[in-house]
């Protein structure tokens, strides 16, 4: 496989905030075709690796490289980030009272189209791409008139991340915990949107801590992290035994 292929790499990440060091010693290679699946105990980084490669400017990075398309992406906003194609589905999605959703993503597409000098779509041609995007996540048109993510239940604010990523189309996604919190049938839907998305060109990484969601979404690769690293690298088998076992048993006994 051609470099041209390696859609992140990333080298030898230290990330601290306000001076505790949160990331060591953390590399990733993600190329195109690739599902990647996160796992690892509460508190061992993996939020805070997804937050940086979205750009979040809370962390400092003291080491390390993040590259994207042979890139490095360290000085560049976390709008122009999200432009080039980063996508970060949050793991705690923001309600912002006093701004419909569909101004909201109407907004960000037209902003990424005003980027690469594309014409911008007016509330009408927009509402037609909206709705027909909400099909694939199963979202009634009515979720457009309300404010983004304001009074959304679990499942729906996690549907309405996808959405957000379906619209946006690009080519690395890191979904933090999208799984969490959903009912089996919820599940199914955004499972069905997260492969329908996929592609040869893209790459996507799942923070997760069930196997379940990986019975739907099926990854090449899955790590798991301690104390802000990557320590063991599998095969899915990997998060079948870690549901068997727990965290605890798997590395005494590995
Ligand atoms: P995960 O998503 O794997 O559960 P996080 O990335 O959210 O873990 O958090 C990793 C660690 O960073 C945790 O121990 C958390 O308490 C710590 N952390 C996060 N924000 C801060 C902060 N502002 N100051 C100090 N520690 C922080
Ligand atoms: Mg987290």
Known sequence: MSRKDLLLDIQDLQVSIENNIILENFNLKVKKGEIHAIMGTNGSGKSTFSKVIAGHPAYSILKGNILFNEKSILEISPEERSHLGIFLAFQYPIEIPGVSNEDFLRLSYNAKQRFFNKPELDPIQFLQIVTEKMKLVNMSPSFLNRNVNEGFSGGEKKRNEIL?????????????????????DALKIISKGINNFMNQDKGIILITHYQRLLDYINPKYVHVMQKGKIIKTGSLELAKELEKKGYQQLFETS
Do not use: A, F, V, Y
């Open 164 to 184: 957000q990523m379906i619209l946006l189309n690009p080519d690395i996604c890191i979904l933090d915990e999208t799984d969490s919190g959903l009912d089996i």
